[in-house]
């Protein structure tokens, strides 16, 4: 796991209401705006979702459809703004959004702190930038951004070394925490599963075989696949215990596993009505 945090971010100018809007000093035609009320988010919709298709590095915690499920899932529970507060960050060139980093306002103790939006049921931490902007260019503004929430501290976990936000934060934000320990694989670079997977190590593809074979051994092997109902919920489930058994028996510990609420949001997957915009799709062997 790799982490990008700032210790005690100075903070130039407190946010008022739910949409600040300040201009960028060094380029007037860059301007940011904190969005953090459900309905200002809400109707960021289709602009997000055109953000999305023109980014060439969109990843799924980061999209519209999973920030809006995790709202509503945070919305169902029993906890003030001091738990959960959005801070959707986005940046225009004019009228155009160019860049968008969800993100929110967490109490942890007697300190605020600015993390993912979904944390810590996110798996990675990256910006939304538009294929025509250059990163740098965007830096000083997303800082002024940064600093002009209320927070003591930020923490943006699993930031890939190769993704625009690690570019943004090189020489400026000290990365703590495991390097090259959040394994990403951009599957669309490949054609095809058998084009993937020559790149995967021969000792992996040889223990692949093996284990599909003594599948076959034991018999017929089904494929049953779903996108919503009792066998989603019932692979959900089985996923969750297996990696609940596999991370104490591992002594490995989890933000996401030890929050009692993790549970109750991937069972929201299991259910296509509540699971809005997430394709979800379980596989299970028989």
Known sequence: MEQVRHNKLEISEAVSG??????????ASL???????????????????????????????QSFDWCRNHLSFSRTLIQGDDCFRPIVITIRQGQKLVALLPLCLQRKNRMKVLTGFSEPFQQYTEILLSSDIDAI???????????????????????????????????????????????????KDFENYEEYLKTVRSKTRKNLRNARNRLE??????????????????????????????????????????????????????????????????????
Not at 148 to 172: C, M, N, P, W
Not at 243 to 270: C, H, P, Q, V, Y
Request: negative net charge; glycine residues 6%; aromatic residues 10%.
């Open 217 to 286: 051994r034991e018999g017929e092997v089904q494929h049953e696949l779903c996108r919503s109902g009792p066998l989603m919920e019932e692979v959900v489930n089985r996923t969750f215990e297996g990696r609940e058994a596999w991370l104490e028996r591992m002594g490995i510990t989890s933000r996401a596993f030890r929050d009692d609420d993790f549970k109750a949001f991937l069972n929201r997957f299991s259910n296509s009505d509540l699971a809005k915009g997430v394709d979800t799709l379980a596989m299970s062997l028989k």
């Open 18 to 27: 739910d949409v600040a809007l300040y201009r960028d000093q060094a380029s």
């Open 31 to 61: 301007a940011f705006q904190i969005v953090s009320s459900d309905q200002d988010i809400f109707a960021l919709e289709k602009e997000w979702r055109d953000l999305e298709l023109d980014c060439p590095n969109t990843v799924l915690f």
């Open 137 to 187: 260019s965007v830096r000083q503004t997303l800082l002024d951004a940064l600093k002009s929430t209320e927070a003591d501290y930020f923490h943006f976990g699993q930031v890939r070394h190769e993704g625009v936000l690690a570019k943004l934060f090189d020489g400026i934000v000290l990365p703590t925490g495991e390097l090259d320990a959040a394994p990403y694989v951009i599957l």
